[in-house]
């Protein structure tokens, strides 16, 4: 990869981006729970991947898997720290799976012959060993294993779907390419052809490299919703296409849309081979976006189109009371802002998530005793690893630093762990 392309990478990528309680014990080998724990020994693992699980505090009996994959120059903690999809599995009660690159451009490999067939070697092995383990360990359910991923985890999810189709039952990548489309032979992991949006094929072309990834297989296809901006420089938007052309051959549908909405402002969403939140694709271009599209809340339409919203869990453990004292310090167009967390209930905290809305024009530049995201609107303070367990009665202090375009109040209202907390 060029010094340009990794460097316009980097900037992107700088933002920031319950089901029945298991009836039987957590397995000896489970990870804790609630909290984001590194996983080893998991299995054959030939490009040195890690792996980081997050299992939440109750999950559904025969539990769904959903691997989450990271951008180029981002990690599994990233993936974790910087989207909605742990927060949603405490919430419906699957297990989510973040794998992470150690290569140095910390970009997937999508691009070599080992990657784009089936058991050929490389990450999609390491990946596909780290779902077995789950599948193992918390006797998941094997019918209902997804994929989404990011810019480069956009594009292993399409491999993903190409080299397992019997593994994976849907996927959805956001800024990715066609699945082969960045295929070099040279040992590079950049193709510019491909990235620059010129590399055109028809549906049958596109078809027969997904279908040439595991030759013989007849089985069922993994459903696969597809998202781009109209402005991505990076990986340009003529790629969007090529890729709803490919799943549709892949899946035997027709490449004209049988349903077109607006499910917001500037975006536009076209179902092919059937028209309700599972249809066998779904594309949503969002006009006037670049590289960077992924934002909050787009994690649950993911989910819908997974069909993993529908699940009904049993309460999560909560807090009885909470309550949350906030100051802020600021200067010129920048403040920093001290909170004080404690827990007023009589059971324990174990992991917490604080919730809050910064006022208009606050944006957070850094902070300490939690991970922040995203940096501005409404926010999720996460726990550290040194302070996710709150007695009853005690208190954990954390703060940021943010810039204001005037306004340098604290924010108003809080929740813990979707508790509304006292504030004063």
Known sequence: MTVALLAA????LAAPLLGAPRAAAA???????????????FGSNPSNLQMYLYVPDTVTERPAVLVAVHYCTGSGPAMYSGTEYARLADRHGFIVVYPSVTRASKCFDVSSPQALRRDGGSD????RSMVDWVTRTYDADPSRVFATGISSGAMMTNVLLGVYPDVFAAGAAFAGVP????ATTDGSEWNSACANGTVIRTPQQWGDQVRAAYPGYTGPRPRMQLWHG???DVLRY????????QWT?????????AATDTPAAGWTRTRYGGTGDQAPVEAVSLQGVGHNLYSWGMGERVLTFFGLDGDAPAPQPQPGACRVTATTNAWNTGLTASLTVTNTGTAPVQGWRLGFTLPAGQTITGGWGATYAPASGQVTATNASYNGSVAPGASVSIGYQANHGGNSAAPAAFTLNGTACAVG
């Not at 990478?9 to 992107?12: D, G, K, V």
């Not at 397995?27 to 020994?41: F, M, S």
């Not at 699945?179 to 960045?182: A, K, Q, R, T, V």
């Not at 003529?238 to 052309?245: D, Y």
């Open 179 to 182: 699945f082969g489309c960045f």
């Open 27 to 41: 397995p000896a080998d489970a990870a804790p729970t609630a909290q984001l724990t590194e996983v080893t020994g």
């Open 249 to 257: 051959n892949v899946l035997g549908v027709p490449g004209t849309p």
């Open 230 to 232: 109209t402005e991505d």
């Open 9 to 12: 990478l980097l900037s992107l």
């Open 238 to 245: 003529p790629n969007f296409g090529e890729a709803v052309k």
């Open 124 to 127: 999609p092995v390491g990946i």
